[in-house]
DNA sequence: CGCTGCGTTGAGCCGACTCAAAGGTTGTGG
DNA sequence: CCACAACCTTTGAGTCGGCTCAACGCAGCG
């Protein structure tokens, strides 16, 4: 049987050195359990609901859309990664939230959530270390659509949803499940799916990697870094805890 | 004589429902007030202080480098804002922060932070969603250069700074001080130095704003936001409070 | 009064786009 | 189990928004 709360204890563990009883209590938060189609909206924008989602298995995304149709993907998020935290403390949502292929999604409502962060001020913490990683993440994703060029570009984002995914265990050797298509790609990097397509078919031609079939493999990771100037820094690996610690008397 | 607490004020009561003791903490922490010349880094990349800033007066702004002198500034930081609330809670910074202007900032230490927000829940809250406004700007940029063309992402821009500088009292009538030059306003916009210079041409032309010597004055608001195709969702004018306040028992 | 930094202008170029159409692949229903 | 539909990937050809390089005017300032 799997253990369906895994990647996200994993995620919440790099905010915060949570201990047993938070764990526990996050556990517990997973019990809402539902396996969603593509393409199926969890938050629409301007929609104000009192659900908070936590992506499981799969794919979702966010997105910003303009009035004409032209369309933005704000962030990915992969197994592990809870998607409207902010329900709670923003009245509205500013965007679309919705899957990009079939995924497994917990539902929890927000009055229990907001028990748990009264009861545990440490996963307080960690859900706010949480939103601030997402933020990192999103400035990185200005430098690399607003700075590199394509080629630099696509290999940054296969750099950093491939070591996110090893952060959830969901890498197996030097490969993982990417269920995008070519225009999803396009959506997220600001390029045109046509364009990324010739972009892929260089890396492949450069032996540094394999990607089809939703699946990405990296075959030569030194190269894919060199051309991307992958710096993981914006990923905070050592974690946010440390200094949040002596805070709430939660001594190392 | 000035109140330089005000707009950092201003900006956390936008974010929450701040009452008569938060108010009184918050101004006692405003007492390390420093004036910084243009171009001085408050905290550069990778560095770790104990130091949170506030900026009072100037311009300030947060910057992603590239090894090869590539930049990219990834957020104005206007009066009222808070640089690096992050310190307590991520080890390192993954950008540079540093002022555009002569300004004035206010320092305070971490530790003096955090007590406070062990005595007032509500600040916690309330910085919380100082950084989810921060994340929903961030995201909007990112639609900003990844999907409209320069002419329109100029006036998004100068639409966003002008409400922004508004909520802060720093507009009179239909102008508000923007001490920037054309290469960092092509910095954050990921546009070169020469074409914003071109394309700001072409804004003054249509007689929709005038630009120059450190000011902006938005002479034709609406067409200004109808060619930005402005929606100010993003800025959660309505505040983050709303929501906030059942779980602390803050009753509206 | 000569730097130095900013704004402006011109000319040529290229990365990435659009449009269009042809192969593949996947899923579905008969 | 095949045939069709729908979608995705790939290829070609032509175009253009925004870039680079280079020079010049102008203002503030030491």
């Known amino acids: 049987m799997t253990d369906f709360a895994e990647p996200f204890l994993l995620r919440l563990k790099r905010c915060a050195d949570l201990g047993a009883a ?31 989602h936590v992506v499981l298995d799969g794919l979702a995304c966010r997105a910003k859309l303009l009035p004409d149709g032209r369309r933005q993907i ?50 307080q913490r960690a859900f706010w270390v949480s939103t601030l990683f997402d933020e990192a ?61 010739r972009t892929l078919q260089r890396l492949r031609a450069a032996g540094v990697l394999e990607i089809g079939q939703g699946r990405v493999s990296i075959l030569k990771p030194d190269e894919l870094d060199a051309i991307a100037g992958f710096d993981d820094d914006y990923l905070h690996l050592n974690g946010g805890s440390v200094r949040a610690a002596p805070l709430l008397g939660h001594s190392a």
Not at 101 to 122: D, G, H, K, N, W
Not at 147 to 176: M, P, T, W
């Open 74 to 123: 704000v962030a990915f998020l992969i197994p592990g990664d809870p998607c409207d935290l902010q329900v709670f403390l923003l009245s509205r949502m500013d965007h679309t939230l919705f899957t990009l292929a079939p995924s497994t999604v917990a539902v929890v409502p927000r009055a229990e959530i907001e028990a748990l962060l009264a009861e545990y001020p440490l996963l």
């Open 137 to 197: 993440v999103l400035r990185e994703w200005l430098l690399n659509i607003g700075r590199r060029d394509a080629y630099e570009r696509i290999a940054h984002l296969l750099c950093e949803l491939f070591l996110r995914h090893k952060l959830v265990n969901r890498v197996n050797g030097q490969s993982f499940q990417l269920p995008l298509t070519q225009a999803q790609i396009a959506d997220a990097l600001s390029l045109s799916a046509v364009y990324v397509n």
């Open 22 to 52: 938070e764990e526990k209590a996050v556990r517990y938060l997973v019990r809402d359990i539902r396996r969603l189609p593509a393409d199926q909206d969890l938050k629409a924008h301007g929609q104000a609901t009192d659900l908070v």
